[in-house]
Protein backbone atom coordinates (compact mmCIF):
# COMPACT_ATOMS: atom_id res chain seq x y z
CA UNK A 1 0.00 0.00 0.00
CA UNK A 2 1.29 3.50 -1.72
CA UNK A 3 0.56 6.42 0.56
CA UNK A 4 1.70 9.95 0.20
CA UNK A 5 2.55 12.70 2.63
CA UNK A 6 3.51 15.93 1.85
CA UNK A 7 6.00 17.51 3.96
CA UNK A 8 6.78 21.19 3.68
CA UNK A 9 9.96 22.20 5.01
CA UNK A 10 10.79 24.97 7.22
CA UNK A 11 14.22 25.49 6.29
CA UNK A 12 13.84 27.06 2.86
CA UNK A 13 16.02 29.92 2.58
CA UNK A 14 14.02 33.31 1.62
CA UNK A 15 14.47 34.55 -1.92
CA UNK A 16 16.03 30.72 -3.34
CA UNK A 17 15.71 29.92 -6.47
CA UNK A 18 12.19 28.45 -7.63
CA UNK A 19 10.89 25.53 -5.40
CA UNK A 20 10.98 22.13 -6.46
CA UNK A 21 9.54 18.90 -5.42
CA UNK A 22 11.33 15.49 -4.56
CA UNK A 23 9.33 12.25 -4.44
CA UNK A 24 11.01 9.80 -2.13
CA UNK A 25 10.11 6.01 -3.07
CA UNK A 26 11.20 4.61 0.13
CA UNK A 27 11.14 0.84 0.93
CA UNK A 28 12.70 -0.59 4.38
CA UNK A 29 12.83 -4.61 5.50
CA UNK A 30 10.97 -3.04 9.00
CA UNK A 31 7.41 -2.16 8.15
CA UNK A 32 5.17 -0.52 9.51
CA UNK A 33 7.60 0.77 12.59
CA UNK A 34 8.82 4.15 13.60
CA UNK A 35 9.52 7.19 11.80
CA UNK A 36 11.39 8.19 8.63
CA UNK A 37 14.10 10.82 9.68
CA UNK A 38 14.97 12.63 5.74
CA UNK A 39 17.94 14.61 5.60
CA UNK A 40 18.46 16.94 2.25
CA UNK A 41 22.01 17.87 1.89
CA UNK A 42 23.55 20.50 -0.11
CA UNK A 43 27.17 20.36 0.85
CA UNK A 44 29.82 17.74 0.27
CA UNK A 45 32.13 18.54 3.44
CA UNK A 46 29.23 18.21 6.23
CA UNK A 47 27.51 15.00 4.31
CA UNK A 48 26.07 12.62 5.54
CA UNK A 49 26.26 14.65 9.43
CA UNK A 50 23.53 16.29 11.30
CA UNK A 51 24.38 19.91 9.28
CA UNK A 52 21.52 19.37 6.25
CA UNK A 53 20.23 21.76 4.92
CA UNK A 54 16.63 20.25 4.52
CA UNK A 55 14.93 18.03 7.05
CA UNK A 56 11.65 16.10 7.10
CA UNK A 57 9.78 12.76 9.15
CA UNK A 58 7.32 10.61 7.99
CA UNK A 59 5.26 7.87 10.31
CA UNK A 60 5.98 4.41 8.48
CA UNK A 61 3.42 2.76 7.25
CA UNK A 62 4.00 -0.52 5.65
CA UNK A 63 6.94 -1.80 3.77
CA UNK A 64 7.03 0.85 0.93
CA UNK A 65 5.44 4.81 0.52
CA UNK A 66 5.97 8.01 -0.89
CA UNK A 67 6.98 10.87 0.87
CA UNK A 68 6.94 14.78 -0.84
CA UNK A 69 9.42 17.17 -0.02
CA UNK A 70 9.97 20.38 -1.13
CA UNK A 71 13.03 22.04 -2.01
CA UNK A 72 14.68 24.53 -4.40
CA UNK A 73 16.14 23.75 -7.65
CA UNK A 74 19.55 22.52 -6.39
CA UNK A 75 21.86 19.07 -6.35
CA UNK A 76 21.30 17.17 -2.98
CA UNK A 77 22.16 13.94 -1.46
CA UNK A 78 19.76 12.39 0.70
CA UNK A 79 20.38 10.25 3.57
CA UNK A 80 17.37 8.28 5.43
CA UNK A 81 17.05 6.56 8.45
CA UNK A 82 14.46 4.85 10.14
CA UNK A 83 13.59 5.53 13.74
CA UNK A 84 12.98 2.56 15.48
CA UNK A 85 12.39 2.46 18.86
CA UNK A 86 11.20 5.86 18.76
CA UNK A 87 14.35 8.25 20.70
CA UNK A 88 14.93 10.34 17.96
CA UNK A 89 18.21 9.41 16.34
CA UNK A 90 20.05 7.21 14.69
CA UNK A 91 21.98 4.41 16.72
CA UNK A 92 24.72 3.11 16.26
CA UNK A 93 27.14 0.51 17.72
CA UNK A 94 30.37 1.29 19.23
CA UNK A 95 32.18 2.43 16.03
CA UNK A 96 29.39 4.19 14.59
CA UNK A 97 27.85 1.71 11.76
CA UNK A 98 24.01 2.22 12.33
CA UNK A 99 22.03 -0.25 14.03
CA UNK A 100 18.45 1.15 12.66
CA UNK A 101 17.92 1.28 8.60
CA UNK A 102 19.26 3.54 6.70
CA UNK A 103 19.50 4.47 2.76
CA UNK A 104 20.98 6.56 0.46
CA UNK A 105 19.38 8.84 -2.47
CA UNK A 106 21.02 6.61 -5.80
CA UNK A 107 20.97 4.06 -3.29
CA UNK A 108 24.33 4.88 -2.69
CA UNK A 109 26.83 2.40 -0.59
CA UNK A 110 29.66 3.55 0.67
CA UNK A 111 33.16 1.36 1.57
CA UNK A 112 34.43 1.18 4.82
CA UNK A 113 32.12 4.55 5.43
CA UNK A 114 29.35 6.03 3.99
CA UNK A 115 28.43 6.97 0.69
CA UNK A 116 30.22 9.96 -0.70
CA UNK A 117 28.44 12.83 -1.46
CA UNK A 118 29.24 13.02 -5.63
CA UNK A 119 27.93 9.05 -5.49
CA UNK A 120 24.74 10.21 -3.57
CA UNK A 121 23.36 13.27 -5.26
CA UNK A 122 21.12 14.49 -7.67
CA UNK A 123 20.45 17.28 -9.66
CA UNK A 124 16.89 18.74 -8.67
CA UNK A 125 15.37 20.89 -11.18
CA UNK A 126 11.58 21.22 -11.17
CA UNK A 127 10.00 17.69 -10.11
CA UNK A 128 12.37 14.83 -8.99
CA UNK A 129 11.44 11.30 -8.21
CA UNK A 130 13.91 9.20 -6.30
CA UNK A 131 13.67 5.13 -5.18
CA UNK A 132 15.07 4.88 -1.45
CA UNK A 133 15.75 1.41 -0.55
CA UNK A 134 16.70 1.07 3.15
CA UNK A 135 18.95 -1.35 4.42
CA UNK A 136 19.74 -3.03 8.04
CA UNK B 1 19.49 -10.98 6.81
CA UNK B 2 22.06 -8.91 6.56
CA UNK B 3 22.74 -7.05 9.72
CA UNK B 4 23.81 -3.30 9.89
CA UNK B 5 24.58 -3.72 6.08
CA UNK B 6 26.14 0.36 6.14
CA UNK B 7 28.86 2.57 7.33
CA UNK B 8 31.78 0.75 8.47
CA UNK B 9 34.14 -1.97 7.18
CA UNK B 10 36.20 -4.54 9.87
CA UNK B 11 39.04 -6.12 9.51
CA UNK B 12 38.46 -9.10 7.75
CA UNK B 13 40.67 -12.33 8.26
CA UNK B 14 41.12 -15.79 8.46
CA UNK B 15 44.85 -15.34 10.16
CA UNK B 16 46.55 -12.61 9.96
CA UNK B 17 47.78 -10.54 6.88
CA UNK B 18 50.22 -9.30 4.68
CA UNK B 19 50.43 -7.29 1.57
CA UNK B 20 52.65 -7.99 -1.54
CA UNK B 21 51.68 -10.76 -4.36
CA UNK B 22 49.50 -10.14 -7.25
CA UNK B 23 47.74 -6.51 -7.08
CA UNK B 24 44.52 -5.66 -8.12
CA UNK B 25 41.17 -7.84 -9.53
CA UNK B 26 41.45 -10.66 -10.91
CA UNK B 27 39.79 -11.91 -14.35
CA UNK B 28 37.65 -14.53 -14.32
CA UNK B 29 38.77 -17.86 -15.82
CA UNK B 30 42.31 -16.84 -14.18
CA UNK B 31 44.67 -19.75 -14.00
CA UNK B 32 44.99 -21.27 -10.48
CA UNK B 33 42.26 -24.01 -10.63
CA UNK B 34 44.97 -25.45 -13.77
CA UNK B 35 47.91 -24.42 -11.19
CA UNK B 36 46.52 -26.20 -8.47
CA UNK B 37 45.72 -29.52 -10.41
CA UNK B 38 49.21 -29.98 -11.66
CA UNK B 39 50.60 -28.76 -8.29
CA UNK B 40 48.83 -31.68 -6.96
CA UNK B 41 50.41 -33.71 -9.37
CA UNK B 42 54.18 -33.12 -8.30
CA UNK B 43 53.31 -32.54 -4.62
CA UNK B 44 51.06 -34.93 -2.53
CA UNK B 45 50.54 -32.34 0.39
CA UNK B 46 48.28 -30.21 -1.73
CA UNK B 47 45.78 -32.38 -0.76
CA UNK B 48 45.51 -30.73 2.24
CA UNK B 49 44.63 -27.26 -0.15
CA UNK B 50 41.19 -29.14 -1.39
CA UNK B 51 38.02 -28.03 -1.87
CA UNK B 52 35.00 -29.83 -0.08
CA UNK B 53 32.41 -29.64 -2.38
CA UNK B 54 29.82 -31.77 -0.11
CA UNK B 55 27.85 -29.73 2.60
CA UNK B 56 28.21 -32.34 4.96
CA UNK B 57 30.81 -35.51 5.72
CA UNK B 58 30.12 -38.28 8.25
CA UNK B 59 31.85 -41.50 8.74
CA UNK B 60 33.22 -43.80 11.36
CA UNK B 61 37.45 -43.54 11.88
CA UNK B 62 39.37 -46.71 11.90
CA UNK B 63 41.36 -47.39 15.06
CA UNK B 64 45.14 -48.01 13.87
CA UNK B 65 46.92 -48.18 17.38
CA UNK B 66 46.30 -47.93 21.19
CA UNK B 67 43.11 -47.32 22.91
CA UNK B 68 40.82 -44.45 23.55
CA UNK B 69 41.68 -43.70 27.08
CA UNK B 70 39.44 -43.39 29.57
CA UNK B 71 38.38 -40.62 30.88
CA UNK B 72 39.09 -38.70 27.20
CA UNK B 73 35.09 -38.58 26.42
CA UNK B 74 33.56 -35.35 24.89
CA UNK B 75 33.56 -33.93 21.33
CA UNK B 76 36.67 -32.66 19.57
CA UNK B 77 35.69 -29.62 17.21
CA UNK B 78 38.24 -27.93 14.70
CA UNK B 79 37.18 -25.78 11.84
CA UNK B 80 38.87 -24.58 8.80
CA UNK B 81 38.66 -23.10 5.09
CA UNK B 82 37.42 -26.10 2.70
CA UNK B 83 35.42 -24.25 0.08
CA UNK B 84 38.64 -23.37 -2.08
CA UNK B 85 36.51 -23.68 -4.96
CA UNK B 86 32.63 -22.77 -6.42
CA UNK B 87 31.78 -22.47 -9.90
CA UNK B 88 35.43 -23.11 -11.66
CA UNK B 89 37.02 -20.82 -10.02
CA UNK B 90 39.61 -21.36 -7.18
CA UNK B 91 40.61 -18.69 -4.16
CA UNK B 92 43.92 -17.15 -4.34
CA UNK B 93 44.63 -17.52 -0.59
CA UNK B 94 44.67 -20.24 1.72
CA UNK B 95 42.56 -18.17 4.46
CA UNK B 96 39.58 -17.30 2.14
CA UNK B 97 37.58 -20.27 1.52
CA UNK B 98 34.42 -20.35 4.08
CA UNK B 99 34.96 -22.79 7.47
CA UNK B 100 33.59 -26.22 7.80
CA UNK B 101 33.41 -27.10 11.26
CA UNK B 102 34.11 -30.93 12.23
CA UNK B 103 33.47 -32.77 15.39
CA UNK B 104 34.94 -35.68 16.51
CA UNK B 105 32.90 -37.47 19.54
CA UNK B 106 34.58 -39.74 21.73
CA UNK B 107 32.33 -42.45 22.98
CA UNK B 108 32.75 -46.10 24.39
CA UNK B 109 31.67 -47.17 21.21
CA UNK B 110 34.29 -45.54 19.42
CA UNK B 111 34.81 -42.34 16.83
CA UNK B 112 32.81 -40.70 14.44
CA UNK B 113 33.63 -37.78 12.30
CA UNK B 114 31.18 -34.75 11.13
CA UNK B 115 31.64 -32.10 9.08
CA UNK B 116 29.34 -29.68 7.59
CA UNK B 117 29.57 -25.91 6.57
CA UNK B 118 29.00 -22.69 9.00
CA UNK B 119 25.98 -21.58 6.85
CA UNK B 120 26.99 -17.87 7.19
CA UNK B 121 25.15 -15.66 4.59
CA UNK B 122 28.11 -15.62 2.51
CA UNK B 123 27.85 -19.64 2.20
CA UNK B 124 24.17 -19.58 1.68
CA UNK B 125 24.55 -16.42 -1.16
CA UNK B 126 27.44 -18.21 -3.19
CA UNK B 127 26.06 -21.68 -2.90
CA UNK B 128 22.70 -20.39 -4.55
CA UNK B 129 24.23 -18.56 -7.04
CA UNK B 130 26.97 -20.97 -7.71
CA UNK B 131 29.95 -18.77 -7.75
CA UNK B 132 31.89 -16.53 -5.33
CA UNK B 133 30.24 -13.01 -5.28
CA UNK B 134 31.85 -11.26 -2.07
CA UNK B 135 35.27 -10.45 -1.99
CA UNK B 136 37.53 -12.50 0.57
CA UNK B 137 40.42 -11.92 2.79
CA UNK B 138 43.18 -12.38 -0.56
CA UNK B 139 40.87 -12.81 -3.15
CA UNK B 140 39.46 -10.39 -5.20
CA UNK B 141 37.71 -11.18 -8.44
CA UNK B 142 37.06 -8.12 -10.92
CA UNK B 143 33.11 -9.34 -10.94
CA UNK B 144 32.49 -9.25 -7.09
CA UNK B 145 30.08 -7.50 -5.28
CA UNK B 146 30.96 -4.11 -3.42
CA UNK B 147 31.10 -4.74 0.60
CA UNK B 148 29.75 -2.18 2.63
CA UNK B 149 29.38 -4.85 6.00
CA UNK B 150 32.27 -7.12 7.02
CA UNK B 151 29.51 -9.71 8.08
CA UNK B 152 28.94 -10.01 4.66
CA UNK B 153 31.89 -11.24 3.64
CA UNK B 154 32.10 -13.68 7.22
CA UNK B 155 33.61 -17.19 6.14
CA UNK B 156 33.59 -18.24 9.90
CA UNK B 157 36.70 -20.42 9.21
CA UNK B 158 39.21 -19.97 11.72
CA UNK B 159 38.48 -21.43 15.05
CA UNK B 160 35.20 -23.12 16.94
CA UNK B 161 34.69 -22.39 20.56
CA UNK B 162 32.12 -24.60 23.05
CA UNK B 163 30.84 -21.54 24.88
CA UNK B 164 27.79 -21.58 27.00
CA UNK B 165 26.02 -24.34 25.76
CA UNK B 166 26.23 -23.66 22.03
CA UNK B 167 29.64 -23.54 19.55
CA UNK B 168 30.59 -20.42 18.34
CA UNK B 169 32.23 -20.74 14.91
CA UNK B 170 34.76 -17.97 14.24
CA UNK B 171 36.75 -15.68 12.06
CA UNK B 172 39.01 -12.52 12.72
CA UNK B 173 37.24 -10.23 10.88
CA UNK B 174 33.32 -10.23 11.82
CA UNK B 175 30.74 -11.69 14.18
CA UNK B 176 30.56 -15.29 15.60
CA UNK B 177 28.37 -17.83 14.22
CA UNK B 178 26.47 -19.85 16.83
CA UNK B 179 25.93 -23.33 16.00
CA UNK B 180 23.99 -26.26 17.32
CA UNK B 181 26.88 -28.52 19.26
CA UNK B 182 25.11 -31.68 18.50
CA UNK B 183 23.85 -31.61 14.72
CA UNK B 184 26.24 -28.88 13.76
CA UNK B 185 23.29 -26.67 12.84
CA UNK B 186 24.21 -22.72 12.10
CA UNK B 187 21.75 -20.49 14.12
CA UNK B 188 22.89 -16.70 13.64
CA UNK B 189 25.60 -14.41 14.30
CA UNK B 190 25.88 -13.82 17.52
CA UNK B 191 24.84 -10.40 18.79
CA UNK B 192 26.41 -9.60 22.24
CA UNK B 193 24.63 -6.67 22.52
CA UNK B 194 23.09 -3.79 20.67
CA UNK B 195 26.25 -1.78 20.87
CA UNK B 196 28.65 -4.64 19.34
CA UNK B 197 26.41 -5.89 16.81
CA UNK B 198 27.91 -6.74 13.87
CA UNK B 199 31.74 -6.14 15.09
CA UNK B 200 34.79 -8.12 14.93
CA UNK B 201 35.22 -10.96 17.49
CA UNK B 202 38.56 -12.49 16.86
CA UNK B 203 39.33 -16.49 16.56
CA UNK B 204 41.13 -15.84 19.39
CA UNK B 205 39.63 -15.73 22.70
CA UNK B 206 41.19 -16.47 25.98
CA UNK B 207 39.13 -18.32 28.75
CA UNK B 208 40.26 -17.96 32.03
CA UNK B 209 40.21 -20.95 34.59
CA UNK B 210 37.02 -18.60 36.59
CA UNK B 211 35.14 -18.82 33.26
CA UNK B 212 35.47 -15.72 32.03
CA UNK B 213 35.98 -15.03 28.37
CA UNK B 214 38.19 -11.91 27.15
CA UNK B 215 38.20 -10.97 23.34
CA UNK B 216 39.03 -8.37 20.75
CA UNK B 217 37.90 -7.35 17.04
CA UNK B 218 39.52 -4.84 14.82
CA UNK B 219 37.13 -2.99 13.38
CA UNK B 220 38.14 -0.52 10.48
CA UNK B 221 36.40 2.17 8.40
CA UNK B 222 37.90 4.59 5.83
CA UNK B 223 38.96 7.03 8.61
CA UNK B 224 39.88 4.51 11.84
CA UNK B 225 41.01 1.50 13.07
CA UNK B 226 39.25 0.57 16.51
CA UNK B 227 40.34 -2.46 18.69
CA UNK B 228 36.89 -3.68 20.34
CA UNK B 229 37.64 -5.44 23.66
CA UNK B 230 34.37 -7.39 24.82
CA UNK B 231 34.73 -9.15 28.62
CA UNK B 232 31.69 -12.04 28.41
CA UNK B 233 30.33 -13.59 31.54
CA UNK B 234 30.44 -17.80 31.84
CA UNK B 235 26.59 -17.23 31.12
CA UNK B 236 27.29 -15.68 27.71
CA UNK B 237 26.44 -12.23 29.10
CA UNK B 238 28.50 -9.24 27.91
CA UNK B 239 29.73 -7.53 31.04
CA UNK B 240 31.61 -4.78 29.17
CA UNK B 241 32.81 -4.32 25.78
CA UNK B 242 34.67 -1.11 24.62
CA UNK B 243 36.33 0.59 21.47
CA UNK B 244 40.01 1.88 21.63
CA UNK B 245 40.94 4.07 18.70
CA UNK B 246 44.22 2.90 16.95
CA UNK B 247 46.66 5.47 15.09
CA UNK B 248 47.31 2.38 12.42
CA UNK B 249 45.54 -0.62 11.46
CA UNK B 250 47.90 -3.39 11.76
CA UNK B 251 46.99 -6.98 11.35
CA UNK B 252 45.66 -8.45 14.80
CA UNK B 253 44.81 -12.01 14.94
CA UNK B 254 45.62 -13.35 18.58
CA UNK B 255 46.33 -11.56 22.13
CA UNK B 256 47.76 -12.59 25.63
CA UNK B 257 45.96 -12.49 29.00
CA UNK B 258 47.44 -12.28 32.24
CA UNK B 259 46.33 -12.03 36.04
CA UNK B 260 45.45 -8.43 35.31
CA UNK B 261 46.74 -7.29 32.13
CA UNK B 262 45.38 -7.99 27.75
CA UNK B 263 48.36 -7.96 26.01
CA UNK B 264 48.46 -7.14 21.72
CA UNK B 265 50.89 -7.14 19.69
CA UNK B 266 50.85 -5.01 16.87
CA UNK B 267 53.08 -5.94 13.85
CA UNK B 268 53.92 -3.07 11.40
CA UNK B 269 51.89 -4.73 8.95
CA UNK B 270 49.21 -2.11 8.37
CA UNK B 271 46.14 -1.50 6.78
CA UNK B 272 46.28 1.10 3.71
CA UNK B 273 42.46 2.09 4.37
CA UNK B 274 41.63 4.33 2.07
CA UNK B 275 43.62 1.71 -0.28
CA UNK B 276 40.70 -0.73 0.73
CA UNK B 277 37.83 1.31 0.33
CA UNK B 278 38.90 1.61 -3.07
CA UNK B 279 37.47 -1.83 -3.43
CA UNK B 280 40.26 -2.51 -5.96
CA UNK B 281 42.35 -4.86 -4.14
CA UNK B 282 41.98 -7.44 -1.62
CA UNK B 283 42.02 -6.69 1.98
CA UNK B 284 45.35 -8.78 2.54
CA UNK B 285 46.91 -6.83 -0.56
CA UNK B 286 45.56 -3.56 0.55
CA UNK B 287 48.50 -4.05 3.57
CA UNK B 288 52.20 -2.87 3.34
CA UNK B 289 55.12 -4.14 5.64
CA UNK B 290 56.56 -1.24 7.44
CA UNK B 291 59.59 -2.78 8.66
CA UNK B 292 61.30 0.50 9.44
CA UNK B 293 58.81 0.64 12.47
CA UNK B 294 58.80 -1.07 15.41
CA UNK B 295 55.93 -4.25 16.52
CA UNK B 296 54.41 -2.11 19.27
CA UNK B 297 52.82 -3.78 22.25
CA UNK B 298 49.64 -2.31 24.10
CA UNK B 299 49.22 -2.98 27.30
CA UNK B 300 45.53 -2.91 28.95
CA UNK B 301 44.57 -2.84 32.58
CA UNK B 302 42.11 -5.61 32.54
CA UNK B 303 40.31 -3.70 35.94
CA UNK B 304 40.18 -0.38 34.09
CA UNK B 305 40.66 -0.38 30.15
CA UNK B 306 41.39 3.53 30.30
CA UNK B 307 44.61 2.72 31.64
CA UNK B 308 46.92 1.67 28.31
CA UNK B 309 50.42 1.52 28.14
CA UNK B 310 52.53 0.89 25.05
CA UNK B 311 55.93 -0.57 24.45
CA UNK B 312 58.10 -0.56 21.38
CA UNK B 313 59.72 -4.43 19.81
CA UNK B 314 61.55 -5.15 16.84
CA UNK B 315 59.44 -5.28 14.14
CA UNK B 316 58.30 -8.66 13.52
CA UNK B 317 55.39 -10.40 12.50
CA UNK B 318 53.13 -12.59 14.57
CA UNK B 319 49.73 -14.64 14.23
CA UNK B 320 50.09 -16.55 18.07
CA UNK B 321 50.74 -15.61 21.07
CA UNK B 322 51.48 -18.63 23.74
CA UNK B 323 50.11 -16.93 27.31
CA UNK B 324 51.71 -14.62 29.35
CA UNK B 325 51.98 -13.25 33.18
CA UNK B 326 52.65 -10.86 35.42
CA UNK B 327 54.82 -10.92 38.39
CA UNK B 328 54.95 -7.72 40.47
CA UNK B 329 55.17 -4.76 37.40
CA UNK B 330 56.97 -7.10 35.51
CA UNK B 331 54.61 -8.51 32.12
CA UNK B 332 55.81 -12.05 30.74
CA UNK B 333 54.47 -13.90 27.19
CA UNK B 334 55.92 -15.59 24.42
CA UNK B 335 54.72 -15.17 21.15
CA UNK B 336 55.57 -17.30 17.69
CA UNK B 337 57.80 -14.68 15.90
CA UNK B 338 58.34 -14.41 12.28
CA UNK B 339 60.94 -11.90 11.03
CA UNK B 340 58.50 -10.73 8.02
CA UNK B 341 54.70 -11.54 7.05
CA UNK B 342 55.84 -13.82 4.30
CA UNK B 343 54.04 -16.75 5.38
CA UNK B 344 50.74 -14.67 4.68
CA UNK B 345 51.51 -12.63 1.66
CA UNK B 346 53.31 -15.41 0.00
CA UNK B 347 53.38 -18.99 1.36
CA UNK B 348 49.45 -18.86 2.05
CA UNK B 349 49.07 -17.49 -1.41
CA UNK B 350 51.34 -20.17 -3.47
CA UNK B 351 50.13 -23.40 -1.61
CA UNK B 352 46.57 -22.89 -2.92
CA UNK B 353 48.35 -23.51 -6.67
CA UNK B 354 50.06 -26.76 -4.91
CA UNK B 355 53.50 -24.87 -5.04
CA UNK B 356 55.54 -23.51 -1.56
CA UNK B 357 58.67 -21.26 -2.86
CA UNK B 358 59.77 -20.47 0.99
CA UNK B 359 59.27 -22.16 3.84
CA UNK B 360 58.40 -19.12 6.45
CA UNK B 361 59.31 -20.51 9.96
CA UNK B 362 58.65 -18.89 13.40
CA UNK B 363 60.67 -19.31 16.72
CA UNK B 364 59.11 -18.81 20.12
CA UNK B 365 60.09 -15.40 21.45
CA UNK B 366 60.06 -14.32 24.76
CA UNK B 367 59.05 -10.85 26.10
CA UNK B 368 59.54 -8.83 29.52
CA UNK B 369 57.84 -5.77 29.84
CA UNK B 370 58.53 -3.92 32.85
CA UNK B 371 55.67 -1.90 33.46
CA UNK B 372 57.71 0.52 36.03
CA UNK B 373 60.70 1.16 33.37
CA UNK B 374 58.80 1.14 30.68
CA UNK B 375 61.16 -0.86 28.93
CA UNK B 376 60.57 -3.55 26.53
CA UNK B 377 63.20 -6.92 25.74
CA UNK B 378 62.80 -9.99 23.99
CA UNK B 379 64.61 -13.00 23.67
CA UNK B 380 64.41 -16.04 21.01
CA UNK B 381 63.91 -19.43 23.21
CA UNK B 382 63.27 -21.77 20.73
CA UNK B 383 62.52 -22.70 16.81
CA UNK B 384 60.43 -23.37 14.59
CA UNK B 385 57.24 -22.99 16.31
CA UNK B 386 53.51 -22.54 15.80
CA UNK B 387 49.85 -23.69 16.97
CA UNK B 388 51.11 -22.67 20.83
CA UNK B 389 48.38 -23.78 23.55
CA UNK B 390 48.12 -23.96 27.63
CA UNK B 391 46.66 -26.23 29.76
CA UNK B 392 43.60 -24.77 30.28
CA UNK B 393 43.94 -24.15 34.08
CA UNK B 394 47.58 -22.04 33.39
CA UNK B 395 45.11 -19.53 30.70
CA UNK B 396 45.92 -16.13 32.74
CA UNK B 397 48.69 -17.43 34.68
CA UNK B 398 52.00 -18.31 34.82
CA UNK B 399 52.90 -21.72 33.05
CA UNK B 400 55.84 -23.90 32.89
CA UNK B 401 55.15 -25.99 29.76
CA UNK B 402 54.58 -24.62 26.58
CA UNK B 403 52.85 -26.84 23.46
CA UNK B 404 53.12 -26.53 20.10
CA UNK B 405 53.64 -27.80 16.51
CA UNK B 406 57.19 -27.57 15.46
CA UNK B 407 59.28 -28.75 12.41
CA UNK B 408 62.37 -31.72 12.82
CA UNK B 409 64.49 -33.47 10.27
CA UNK B 410 62.84 -34.42 6.78
CA UNK B 411 59.70 -33.72 5.49
CA UNK B 412 58.20 -33.99 1.89
CA UNK B 413 55.86 -31.01 2.62
CA UNK B 414 56.46 -27.47 3.79
CA UNK B 415 54.19 -27.62 6.96
CA UNK B 416 54.87 -28.46 10.53
CA UNK B 417 55.90 -32.23 11.06
CA UNK B 418 56.17 -32.56 14.69
CA UNK B 419 54.03 -31.63 18.26
CA UNK B 420 56.41 -30.11 20.92
CA UNK B 421 55.69 -29.52 24.91
CA UNK B 422 58.35 -26.79 25.84
CA UNK B 423 59.61 -26.88 29.65
CA UNK B 424 60.00 -22.72 30.39
CA UNK B 425 61.92 -23.13 33.15
CA UNK B 426 64.45 -25.23 32.09
CA UNK B 427 64.83 -24.72 28.40
CA UNK B 428 64.24 -28.38 27.51
CA UNK B 429 62.29 -29.62 25.59
CA UNK B 430 60.12 -32.99 24.33
CA UNK B 431 58.96 -34.01 21.25
CA UNK B 432 57.31 -36.41 19.01
CA UNK B 433 58.03 -36.51 14.93
CA UNK B 434 55.45 -38.11 12.78
CA UNK B 435 56.78 -39.52 9.54
CA UNK B 436 58.21 -37.62 6.94
CA UNK B 437 54.77 -37.40 4.72
CA UNK B 438 52.71 -36.43 7.77
CA UNK B 439 51.41 -33.11 8.39
CA UNK B 440 51.20 -31.66 12.04
CA UNK B 441 47.57 -29.74 12.70
CA UNK B 442 47.09 -28.00 16.11
CA UNK B 443 47.13 -30.67 18.72
CA UNK B 444 44.67 -29.11 22.02
CA UNK B 445 45.63 -29.89 25.41
CA UNK B 446 42.23 -31.75 27.64
CA UNK B 447 43.08 -31.90 30.94
CA UNK B 448 42.48 -35.61 32.59
CA UNK B 449 39.18 -34.90 34.55
CA UNK B 450 39.95 -33.20 37.81
CA UNK B 451 43.80 -32.15 37.90
CA UNK B 452 45.37 -29.03 36.96
CA UNK B 453 48.83 -30.19 36.50
CA UNK B 454 50.30 -29.05 33.76
CA UNK B 455 51.11 -32.23 32.48
CA UNK B 456 48.05 -33.92 33.37
CA UNK B 457 46.44 -33.76 30.25
CA UNK B 458 45.88 -35.16 26.84
CA UNK B 459 46.86 -33.50 23.39
CA UNK B 460 44.58 -34.22 20.74
CA UNK B 461 44.59 -33.05 17.45
CA UNK B 462 44.76 -34.43 14.00
CA UNK B 463 47.65 -35.13 10.97
CA UNK B 464 47.15 -35.03 7.20
CA UNK B 465 48.82 -38.14 5.98
CA UNK B 466 49.50 -37.07 2.61
CA UNK B 467 50.43 -40.72 1.71
CA UNK B 468 47.45 -42.57 2.55
CA UNK B 469 45.92 -39.39 1.60
CA UNK B 470 43.72 -39.86 4.92
CA UNK B 471 43.12 -37.40 7.80
CA UNK B 472 44.15 -39.00 11.25
CA UNK B 473 42.86 -38.27 14.77
CA UNK B 474 45.71 -38.68 17.28
CA UNK B 475 45.72 -38.52 20.83
CA UNK B 476 49.06 -38.01 23.39
CA UNK B 477 49.32 -38.38 26.71
CA UNK B 478 51.24 -34.79 27.63
CA UNK B 479 53.67 -35.93 30.63
CA UNK B 480 54.83 -39.07 27.93
CA UNK B 481 54.71 -37.09 24.56
CA UNK B 482 57.57 -37.86 23.46
CA UNK B 483 57.18 -41.86 23.06
CA UNK B 484 54.44 -40.79 20.73
CA UNK B 485 50.96 -40.88 20.38
CA UNK B 486 48.95 -43.28 23.06
CA UNK B 487 45.86 -43.86 20.28
CA UNK B 488 45.59 -42.98 16.61
CA UNK B 489 42.62 -43.38 14.38
CA UNK B 490 42.14 -42.74 11.03
CA UNK B 491 39.38 -41.00 8.81
CA UNK B 492 38.72 -42.50 5.37
CA UNK B 493 39.20 -39.05 3.60
CA UNK B 494 41.27 -36.25 3.57
CA UNK B 495 40.31 -32.87 5.26
CA UNK B 496 41.61 -29.77 3.70
CA UNK B 497 43.78 -28.22 6.80
CA UNK B 498 42.60 -26.19 8.93
CA UNK B 499 43.31 -24.28 12.09
CA UNK B 500 42.18 -24.02 15.13
CA UNK B 501 39.10 -26.21 17.54
CA UNK B 502 38.67 -26.84 20.96
CA UNK B 503 37.50 -30.30 23.14
CA UNK B 504 34.69 -30.50 25.20
CA UNK B 505 34.56 -32.62 27.67
CA UNK B 506 31.18 -34.94 27.91
Known sequence: MRTTTLILLVGLAAGSAQAAGIELAIQTPRPGTGEYYIAVHDRADTFPGAEQAHAARARVIGASQTVAVEVPDGRYAIAVYQDLNGNGRLDSNLVGIPTEPVGFSRNARGSMGPPKFDDAAVDVNGEHRLDIQLTD | MHRREFLRYSALGGVGIAASGPAGPLLAGDDWLAAYREGRRENAWAIGLRSIDAERLEAPLEVLHGQLPQGLRGSFYRNGPALHELGGRRYHHWFDADGMVHAFRFTDAGLTHRGRYVQTHKHRAEREAGRFLRPAFGTRFADMTSLDNPDAANAANTSVLPHNGRLLALWEGGSAYGM??????????????DATAGLPFSAHPSIEPDGTLWNFGLSVSVSSGQLILYEIAPDGSLRRAQAVALEETPMVHDFAVTQRYLVFLMPPFHLQRERFADQAMSFLDS??????????????????????????????????????????????????????????????RGIMRGRADTEPSADVTGV??????????????AEHSEFPRLHPARVGRRYRYRYSLSVDGEATHPFQNAVRRLDMDAGAEHRYRFAPTDIAEEHVVVRKPGLDDETAAWLVGTVLDTRAQRTRLTVFDAATLADGPVFEAALPY?????????????
Open chain 2, 287 to 348: HRWEPHKPMRALVVDKADWSRRRWFELPAGFVFHLGGGWDEGQVIHLDYERYPDPGIVADFA
Open chain 2, 368 to 381: RLDMARGTARQETL
Open chain 2, 180 to 193: NPEDLGTDAPVVWS
Open chain 2, 494 to 506: ALPLGFHGNFAPA
